[in-house]
């Protein structure tokens, strides 16, 4: 079946330090990638829609200078938190689809712990 | 606007029960709609998708949801609960006629099953 990796799954910064999420599609084309953030027993938010060659589409409130996407290939999106705080400490989960109609498959997420 | 929404944030069954969750998702248009089970400190693995073909949707895991239009409804059910089922369990639903593939998700049900 379709493998979604993502990496790191755990990652501890200092604040300040700016951190990148990787997020591979390995046997399949990811025409558009997701990045969704949860919180702690909470749902998944979607921060911003990705499309391979062009820019990412944020949701409303997610800052895009803070938290950027960028797409540049059909296997591999990245998330790039900037500047972090201890505020931005969270759960990242991205998915990747093949194309309309195709279910979204997801990575293992990254746990992201800022100090 | 779309919504999702699970009702019960918990439910716990007893080991070889009928494992019941409930999703009613909100929408003009009958939206594409999935179930997704994530386990802790992991992505989600989609269980089960309704696109508009059959209305009874089976997946894997014994798992299997039945689209009921009148009632807005996609509820997830088991016949017999087995200790690996305890999980988190996402509904989620695509808009796919305005070409909006990010999922919204409900606030997830977590399943526990008793001995």
């Known amino acids: 079946g379709a493998v979604v990796s993502q990496h790191p799954s755990w990652v501890i910064c200092k604040s300040g330090t700016s951190v990148k999420i990787e997020c591979r599609s390995l046997?399949?084309?990811?025409?558009?990638m997701f990045w969704y953030r949860q919180f702690p027993k909470q749902s998944l938010m979607l921060m911003a829609t990705?499309?391979?060659?062009?820019?990412?589409?944020?949701e409303q409130g997610v800052e895009k200078d803070k938290f950027l996407i960028n797409h540049a290939s059909l296997t591999l999106s990245t998330l790039t938190v900037t500047s972090a705080h201890p505020e931005d400490s969270s759960f990242y989960i991205c998915?990747?689809?093949?194309?309309?109609?195709?279910?979204?498959?997801f990575g293992d997420g990254t746990r992201l712990s800022i100090l | 606007a779309q919504s999702v929404t699970q009702l019960g944030s918990h439910v716990s069954v007893s080991e070889g029960a009928l494992v019941l969750l409930r999703c009613n998702y909100s929408?003009?248009?009958?939206?594409?709609l999935f179930w997704y089970v994530q386990y802790p400190n992991q992505g989600l693995q989609l269980l089960l998708k309704?696109?508009?073909?059959?209305?009874l949707v089976k997946g894997i895991n014994g798992f299997e949801a039945e689209f009921k239009k009148s009632e807005t409804s996609f509820h997830l059910t088991k016949p017999s609960a087995h200790m690996s089922d305890a999980a988190e369990y996402f509904c989620?639903?695509?808009?796919?006629?305005?070409?909006?593939?990010?999922?919204?998700f409900g606030s997830g049900t977590r399943l526990q099953v008793q001995p």
């Open positions: 309704y696109t508009s073909a059959a209305t």
């Open positions: 990705s499309n391979e060659g062009s820019k990412a589409t944020y």
């Open positions: 929408s003009s248009v009958p939206p594409y």
């Open positions: 989620a639903a695509s808009r796919m006629d305005t070409g909006r593939r990010a999922l919204t």
């Open positions: 046997d399949f084309q990811a025409t558009t």
């Open positions: 998915s990747a689809t093949s194309g309309s109609g195709q279910p979204q498959h």
